[in-house]
């Protein structure tokens, strides 16, 4: 059953807490909650309530403060949230962002970095639900900025209350509550608060619209979204049904989709499925753009263009089908140098150990040429398209190939030294 938001500016009970909770179950007995904590106001709202609630199933919670380190002054503001939190029985973690910001898209690039560092920590400390302070005002925002990029209902439904990130989940709790609501629990705390400067600087979209908006116009913009968002709960249940139906993927990440399935399915269904695909197989952070994702599909049917790029994925149409892989372009793929996620498509490991001076990097065409000259071949370099293959993980020592890709479940290695490959996009392409 639905909690219905509370528009008044009076603090949020620790009942009305508990039931928005209670929508977001399971919770595992002695609950571990990692909270997001920026020092302002609603984040520092959330880490108590979170608290309160923790503490009476028997859990607790753990807040990690990020330092972007863009402003003098943010480093005492973490430190002065921090000791406010320990002093009221919650352990803290304190994380500084790395690397030179960029000189433009800051507020992208903070919030992206932000994002990495807040799961690296809660995987490490076996958290397995991560609580962000997002809130009504910023769904009425999201919606129209959303709005003004042309998004279609997925965008327009905002934030989703529920999200898993690998082996957490990203929960936002406070979706239902103003932030006039949780400035007034912050003070019922007696919590010291820190007001970001660049949440005033309107060179920033989205300070742009929240200057806009008054309470009546957030409190619609808020419950439209919520609505969208059920009207896209059916639409991803069948875009799961055709992908079922229609998609097979390789497990090194090649997908074929059946024209004459794609046809018969509503478009609307179609093109999330579509983008879907070639968001995976590509690889990059965000999907491809509605508009551009719309185009290509457009002339993918009418035979416009029988081959086309989008989102770093070739879409080809033969007969009946509609192949995607990943489009190798001019930058090279990553490296990585320890287990983890590699080109927003795989997880990679090595097994039993990671090997000294080795880096998993794309195997590539001259990873190929290793390969062909060699005598340690297996089934999958006879079945897979080189293409394929050359935009795979494979495991290097300096310019020597060492491992080359293998299938999921499947080892291949050398002295003792084995190479697993998963094809685990960033965002599942069937998510339900």
């Given at each position: 059953?639905?909690?219905?938001?509370?528009?008044s500016?009076q603090?949020?009970?620790?009942?009305?807490?508990?039931?928005?909770?209670?929508r977001l179950e399971?919770?595992?007995?002695?609950p571990l909650?990692?909270?997001a904590?920026?020092?302002?106001p609603?984040?520092m709202?959330?880490?108590?309530?979170?608290?309160?609630?923790?503490?009476?199933?028997?859990g607790?919670?753990?807040?990690?403060?990020?330092?972007?380190?863009?402003?003098?002054?943010?480093?005492?503001?973490?430190?002065?949230?921090?000791?406010?939190?320990?002093?009221?029985?919650?352990e803290?973690?304190?994380?500084?962002?790395?690397?030179?910001?960029?000189?433009?898209?800051?507020?992208?690039?903070a919030r992206?970095?932000r994002?990495?560092?807040?799961?690296?920590?809660?995987?490490?400390?076996g958290?397995l639900h991560?609580l962000?302070?997002?809130h009504?005002?910023d769904?009425?925002?999201?919606?129209?900025l959303n709005?003004?990029?042309?998004?279609?209902?997925?965008?327009?439904?905002?934030m989703?209350?529920?999200r898993?990130?690998?082996?957490?989940?990203?929960i936002r709790?406070?979706?239902?509550?103003?932030k006039?609501?949780?400035?007034?629990?912050?003070?019922?705390?007696?919590?010291?608060?820190a007001h970001d400067?660049?949440?005033?600087?309107?060179?920033?979209?989205?300070?742009?619209?929240?200057?806009?908006?008054?309470?009546l116009e957030?409190?619609r913009?808020a419950?439209?979204?919520?609505?969208?968002?059920n009207?896209d709960?059916?639409?991803?249940?069948a875009?799961?049904?055709?992908?079922?139906?229609?998609?097979?993927?390789?497990?090194?990440?090649?997908?074929?989709?059946?024209m004459?399935?794609?046809a018969?399915?509503?478009?609307?269904?179609?093109?999330?499925?579509?983008?879907?695909?070639a968001?995976?197989?590509?690889?990059?952070?965000?999907?491809p753009?509605?508009?551009?994702?719309e185009?290509a599909?457009n002339q993918?049917?009418?035979?416009t263009?029988?081959?086309?790029?989008?989102?770093?994925a070739?879409i080809?149409?033969?007969?009946?089908?509609?192949?995607f892989?990943k489009?190798?372009?001019?930058?090279?793929?990553p490296?990585?140098?320890s287990?983890g996620?590699?080109?927003?498509?795989?997880?990679?490991a090595?097994y039993?150990?990671?090997p000294?001076?080795c880096?998993?990097?794309?195997l590539?065409?001259?990873?190929?040429?290793?390969?062909?000259?060699?005598?340690?071949?297996?089934?999958?370099?006879?079945?897979?398209?080189?293409s394929?293959?050359?935009?795979?993980?494979?495991l290097?020592?300096?310019?020597?190939?060492?491992?080359?890709?293998?299938?999921a479940?499947?080892?291949?290695g050398?002295?003792?030294t084995?190479?697993?490959?998963?094809?685990?996009?960033?965002?599942?392409?069937?998510?339900?």
């Amino acid at each position: 059953m639905a909690v219905e938001p509370d528009w008044s500016p009076q603090p949020v009970s620790v009942g009305a807490f508990a039931a928005t909770m209670a929508r977001l179950e399971p919770f595992e007995p002695q609950p571990l909650l990692a909270v997001a904590v920026s020092g302002g106001p609603d984040s520092m709202a959330l880490a108590m309530l979170a608290s309160d609630w923790a503490r009476q199933r028997g859990g607790s919670v753990h807040a990690i403060l990020i330092d972007h380190g863009l402003r003098a002054e943010s480093e005492d503001e973490v430190r002065i949230a921090s000791d406010a939190l320990s002093a009221r029985g919650i352990e803290t973690t304190i994380e500084t962002l790395s690397g030179p910001a960029p000189r433009n898209g800051k507020p992208a690039w903070a919030r992206q970095e932000r994002y990495k560092s807040l799961m690296m920590t809660t995987h490490r400390l076996g958290a397995l639900h991560l609580l962000t302070g997002h809130h009504r005002d910023d769904q009425a925002e999201t919606f129209i900025l959303n709005l003004e990029r042309g998004s279609g209902v997925k965008g327009l439904s905002g934030m989703a209350a529920n999200r898993g990130v690998g082996s957490a989940r990203i929960i936002r709790p406070l979706l239902n509550f103003s932030k006039a609501q949780l400035h007034s629990t912050a003070l019922m705390y007696g919590l010291p608060v820190a007001h970001d400067p660049s949440n005033q600087d309107f060179r920033y979209s989205r300070t742009r619209v929240r200057a806009q908006l008054d309470n009546l116009e957030i409190r619609r913009l808020a419950d439209t979204s919520a609505r969208l968002a059920n009207e896209d709960i059916a639409l991803e249940l069948a875009v799961s049904n055709l992908a079922a139906n229609a998609l097979t993927i390789t497990p090194l990440g090649e997908a074929t989709i059946t024209m004459k399935k794609m046809a018969e399915a509503p478009a609307v269904i179609a093109l999330r499925l579509f983008t879907r695909i070639a968001h995976a197989i590509g690889g990059r952070e965000t999907p491809p753009r509605q508009e551009r994702a719309e185009a290509a599909l457009n002339q993918i049917i009418s035979k416009t263009k029988s081959k086309l790029t989008l989102g770093s994925a070739i879409i080809t149409r033969v007969e009946d089908r509609l192949n995607f892989r990943k489009e190798l372009g001019k930058n090279p793929l990553p490296e990585i140098t320890s287990p983890g996620h590699w080109d927003g498509r795989f997880d990679v490991a090595v097994y039993p150990f990671w090997p000294e001076n080795c880096v998993v990097r794309g195997l590539g065409y001259e990873g190929l040429r290793q390969l062909e000259s060699s005598t340690a071949k297996n089934r999958i370099y006879r079945s897979t398209p080189r293409s394929v293959l050359a935009a795979a993980p494979a495991l290097w020592q300096g310019k020597q190939l060492l491992i080359g890709p293998s299938l999921a479940g499947e080892f291949m290695g050398i002295d003792q030294t084995y190479l697993q490959v998963s094809f685990r996009p960033r965002r599942p392409i069937a998510p339900c």
